[in-house]
């Protein structure tokens, strides 16, 4: 066994060699909700890993099982994660936002052997938790457990071509998709292209806001520490407290979405001596509007911005631009998503397949995932004729610079999240007033996008707005729930009756 790992790249034996070669540089600065500052090196990390490692296997966790996690982004979930990959194990995160149906949905697909929690969701998982499956808290119980624990390497077969994260993502159905992603992307094809592109390495400092149940959080985790950088965790995304964290710690760069460097731009707290050290600000999710560059520029002036584009399905990165004023992007067009990485191989193809200028953007990379976890027929869809089929629609000028267009489908992003409209539409027509509900992004300064509803009520019906908005919050995570919600008589629709939805975007009440 031990033979077999002359050669082998996974993520744990890169976790392993930092702790060897760098054990004293720090992995992580996390801000727990006590107040305190806990500070965990690439040696502590690496051990613990491996007593969360051995207390899988002790749990009859081994190869190809799952292992899954709801919890605040902490240094613990990132030991777990890093523990289960040790053995062959992959890891999912849940939504920390989700509501009972939506963990049970995601626990009767993922199946997972153990689930480990953040003890404030204990009670909710273990209302739905499968029969069979462990339930593990983050903290005293976990505590008590890892000390029986050694913290040695656990001698385990793990493959590179392992399954290592099952990312789900509600994309563009209403159901979401578990996307399957092998040790081998990250390390032959992610990190490089972070290198790279991201222009990323060992010397950076991270403050780290992304939740690790997305691909933007776990999939960036991985990278930055496949890399040795350093991460730091606030216990809560609170522009005050992030602006005292960026200072006290010396972060040069943050990836976030344009909601939050708008939040810390308006915060009494901002200015140079808060963010002056600044370097790089990555943004995803939207368009940062010109107020926010324009402030950040004052308050840093060596920071350039770098927009991305990137999908679950190509184990997070695809293109990447950077500017420092408006002025830099291409044809001051503010849907530029930079270009495609080095690792990337790209098509703009119109329905028939053709090359156009404007049209969907398909994709081949060695970080392509495995597929969708036990959805052989929606793998199909996006797996074929030898490229990844994006969804997304965009235009590529001479330069070969890309600018995002549209979605095949109706996915909206609001403040980074991507929702469902199909996931809001089924919500708002479970209620007994609601004849037809039609769902969509609407341009939002703040949220990028909100998620805003056009309802057709029952006739007679004497529903208004604020109820079917508390009847969204009742049965979906905050961030799905409509920003607004229209009453109307009718919905502009096709000759088949069909809702056009380009209509209500183009013309917004």
């Known amino acids: ?60 966790v081994g ?7 709801m919890a605040r982004n902490s240094v613990d979930v990132v030991a777990a994660y890093y523990g289960a990959l040790k053995i062959g194990a992959a890891f999912t995160g849940i939504n920390a936002l989700y509501r009972a149906a939506e963990v049970a949905h995601q626990l009767g697909h993922a199946e997972p052997a153990v689930v480990f929690v953040d003890p404030g969701f204990a009670e909710l998982v273990g209302s739905v938790l499968p029969t069979g499956t462990a339930l593990v808290a983050y903290g005293a119980d976990a505590e008590a457990r890892l000390a029986a624990e050694p913290d040695g390497e656990p001698d385990a077969d793990v493959d590179e071509n392992d399954v290592a994260l099952i990312v789900y993502t509600s994309g563009t159905e209403a159901l979401p998709k578990g996307v399957l992603i092998p040790h081998r992307n990250y390390l032959i094809s992610t990190a490089p292209a972070w290198s790279w592109g991201l222009q990323t390495g060992p010397d950076d400092t991270w403050l780290f806001v992304m939740p690790f149940h997305t691909i933007a959080g776990l999939g960036s985790m991985t990278t930055l520490t496949m890399m040795g950088a350093t991460l730091v965790l606030p216990s809560a995304v609170e522009p005050g407290l992030a602006l005292e964290i960026i200072a006290r ?107 156009a200028e404007v049209g969907e953007l398909i994709c081949r990379s060695p970080s392509t995932m495995l597929g969708y976890h036990r959805d052989p027929e929606r793998t199909a869809e996006v797996l074929r004729d030898g490229w990844v089929h994006t969804g997304d629609v965009v235009r590529r000028d001479d330069a070969g610079n890309l600018f995002f267009q549209d979605r095949v489908k109706d996915m909206i992003k609001s403040g980074g999240m991507n929702v469902s409209s199909q996931d809001v539409e089924r919500v708002l027509h479970a209620h007994p ?54 009453l109307v008589a009718e919905l502009p629709v096709d000759a088949q009756g069909k809702i056009l939805k380009r209509e209500l975007r183009a013309s917004p009440p």
Not at 63 to 69: H, I, K
Not at 305 to 318: H, K, M, P, V
Not at 433 to 461: K, N, Q
Request: some cysteine; overall charge neutral.
């Open 249 to 355: 710690e010396g972060v040069t760069v943050v990836a976030q979405t344009p909601t939050f460097y708008l939040a810390l731009a308006a915060h009494p707290g901002f200015g140079p001596a808060a963010v002056g050290q600044m370097r790089r600000c990555m943004t995803y999710g939207g368009v940062v509007p010109p107020t926010a560059v324009a402030a950040w520029g004052e308050a840093a002036p060596e920071v350039r911005w770098g927009t991305y584009w990137g999908q679950s399905e190509l184990s997070q990165l695809g293109t990447v631009g950077f500017f420092r004023t408006l002025d830099d992007i291409p044809g001051a067009d503010p849907s530029w998503i930079g270009r495609p990485v080095s690792h990337l191989e790209v098509r703009v193809v119109d329905a028939d397949g053709n090359d």
């Open 1 to 60: 066994m031990h033979r077999a790992r002359i050669g082998r790249a996974t993520l744990g034996d890169q976790l392993r060699r930092h702790g060897r070669t760098q054990p004293d540089k720090i992995a992580f600065l996390s801000y727990p909700a006590d107040g305190s500052r806990v500070a965990l090196t690439y040696g502590e990390l690496d051990r613990r890993a491996n007593r969360f490692a051995h207390l899988l296997l002790r749990l009859g």
């Open 433 to 486: 007033d609601v004849l037809r509900a039609a769902v969509v992004g609407l341009p939002h300064e703040y949220w990028s996008e909100a998620v805003t509803a056009f309802v057709i009520p029952r006739a007679g019906a004497p529903v208004d707005a604020d109820v079917l908005i508390a009847h969204c919050k009742e049965q979906l995570a905050s961030y799905k729930v409509p920003k607004a919600v229209h």
């Open 63 to 69: 190869r190809g099982d799952v292992v899954a996690s």
